[in-house]
């Protein structure tokens, strides 16, 4: 009669008859910091402003996330593959000036107001998708850093903005600016329309980072290209997506931004790519690439806007360093990424 298999250390027994103890899950820091941090600030928030803690206020809270939180998403895909994109604020510029131009000047020819609107809201997705490729291809085939690449269109995408408005402001027809509101101002269930949409793009990038075979070339690319090369990863169609993707979802953003105040200014969307960054880095997303999670930028977004919140609303210290702030926290949340094991 052969004799029983020795048990495996999963399936051993105690000696006392009990179940075998589970080994201890280990608090990570990493991955429940941005939950903390943000549970925090909303308490503190709570403390010092009563007004804080209302719904108006937090609906605002989320409506200013929301442009910033969907140009994360995009960035969070970017950072994870290895790369970044210095150009966001300046080409949320310039999709919307340019935009605004092309529905200025069809306002004349097309009967409806949201045919315009509409037509004005495919054109920034398909000018931003293709501002991204181009990144894309600059890096994949012109093999030059993406962090060279960015900071030079930064540049000229701001510099182009602020010829077509000839160093002034472009502002949109009012019948177009009455027809755009709702897509601002609007709500749905007592929630404004960016939120909504926030949370569509939310939902969507998390699907396909952890759900998809590109989410995880994104992934394998970040922690090693030439291992992903010899695993037949098609590196640079990967890279050249990511960032279309992010290009992209800059569109989506400034499709939401526009109908706020109607118009565009070489001033439109400054600082946007600090701000994108931060909330990727915030949210748990290393810098070196590999790993990241979209629901760790999200919360990174909303972590920010309520600092910028909270400083607006009460008087700690001036809201002219809401800048400084967030560049502080960058380079806190960069320092522990360091002592990562």
Same mark, same amino acid.
């Given at each position: 009669?052969?004799?029983? &298999?020795?048990?495996? &250390?999963?399936?051993?027994?105690?000696?006392?008859?009990?179940?075998? @103890?589970?080994?201890?899950?280990?608090?990570? &820091?990493?991955?429940?910091?941005?939950? /903390? !941090? *943000?549970?925090?600030?909303?308490?503190?928030?709570?403390?010092?402003?009563?007004?804080?803690?209302?719904?108006?206020?937090?609906?605002?809270?989320? #409506?200013?996330?929301?442009?910033? !939180?969907?140009?994360?998403?995009?960035?969070?895909?970017?950072?994870?593959?290895?790369?970044?994109?210095?150009?966001?604020?300046?080409? +949320?510029?310039?999709?919307?000036?340019?935009? /605004?131009?092309?529905?200025?000047?069809?306002?004349?020819? %097309? =009967?409806?107001?949201?045919?315009?609107?509409?037509?004005?809201?495919?054109?920034?997705?398909?000018?931003?998708?293709?501002?991204?490729?181009?990144?894309? $291809?600059?890096?994949?085939?012109?093999?030059?850093?993406?962090?060279?690449?960015?900071?030079?269109? *930064?540049? /000229?995408?701001?510099?182009?903005?602020?010829?077509?408005?000839?160093?002034?402001?472009?502002?949109?027809?009012?019948?177009?600016?009455?027809? $755009?509101?709702?897509?601002?101002?609007?709500?749905?269930? !007592?929630?404004?329309?960016?939120?909504?949409?926030?949370?569509?793009?939310?939902?969507?990038?998390?699907?396909?980072?952890?759900?998809?075979?590109?989410?995880?070339?994104?992934?394998?690319?970040?922690?090693?290209?030439?291992? =992903? @090369?010899?695993?037949? %990863?098609?590196?640079?169609? %990967?890279?050249?997506?990511?960032?279309?993707?992010?290009?992209?979802?800059?569109?989506?953003? #400034?499709?939401?931004?526009?109908?706020?105040?109607?118009? =565009?200014?070489? #001033? #439109?969307?400054?600082?946007?790519?600090?701000?994108?960054?931060?909330?990727?880095?915030?949210?748990?997303?290393?810098?070196?690439?590999?790993?990241?999670? /979209? =629901?760790?930028?999200?919360?990174?977004?909303?972590?920010?806007?309520?600092?910028?919140?909270?400083?607006?609303?009460?008087?700690?210290?001036?809201?002219?360093?809401? +800048?400084?702030?967030?560049?502080?926290?960058?380079?806190?949340?960069?320092?522990?990424? @360091?002592?990562?094991?």
């Amino acid at each position: 009669m052969p004799s029983a &298999p020795a048990p495996t &250390p999963a399936t051993e027994v105690r000696r006392d008859g009990a179940a075998p @103890r589970k080994p201890a899950r280990r608090f990570d &820091p990493h991955r429940f910091g941005p939950v /903390i !941090g *943000l549970v925090l600030l909303l308490i503190a928030g709570t403390a010092l402003n009563p007004d804080f803690a209302t719904w108006d206020n937090l609906m605002n809270v989320l #409506t200013r996330t929301a442009f910033i !939180g969907i140009i994360s998403i995009g960035m969070c895909f970017v950072i994870i593959s290895g790369g970044i994109d210095l150009s966001v604020g300046s080409m +949320a510029a310039l999709i919307a000036g340019a935009m /605004i131009l092309l529905m200025n000047a069809l306002a004349g020819s %097309v =009967a409806s107001p949201v045919a315009v609107v509409g037509l004005g809201m495919l054109f920034a997705l398909l000018l931003g998708g293709g501002f991204g490729l181009a990144h894309g $291809y600059l890096v994949t085939r012109g093999r030059i850093e993406p962090f060279i690449v960015t900071l030079g269109t *930064l540049g /000229i995408f701001r510099a182009v903005l602020t010829w077509l408005a000839d160093g002034g402001a472009i502002t949109l027809d009012n019948d177009l600016s009455d027809a $755009y509101g709702p897509v601002y101002y609007g709500s749905l269930l !007592g929630i404004p329309v960016p939120v909504w949409v926030f949370l569509v793009v939310s939902v969507a990038g998390a699907v396909l980072l952890n759900r998809t075979a590109f989410g995880r070339y994104v992934q394998a690319i970040g922690s090693n290209e030439q291992v =992903a @090369r010899f695993a037949a %990863v098609d590196v640079d169609r %990967v890279k050249l997506l990511t960032y279309g993707l992010l290009g992209v979802c800059v569109g989506i953003a #400034t499709v939401l931004y526009v109908p706020r105040l109607g118009s =565009a200014s070489p #001033t #439109t969307g400054l600082l946007w790519e600090l701000e994108a960054i931060a909330a990727v880095i915030v949210g748990g997303t290393s810098f070196k690439g590999g790993e990241g999670r /979209i =629901a760790g930028t999200v919360i990174g977004a909303v972590l920010l806007s309520v600092i910028s919140n909270i400083l607006n609303l009460t008087s700690i210290i001036s809201v002219y360093l809401n +800048a400084a702030v967030q560049g502080c926290v960058i380079i806190a949340v960069a320092f522990l990424q @360091r002592r990562r094991p």
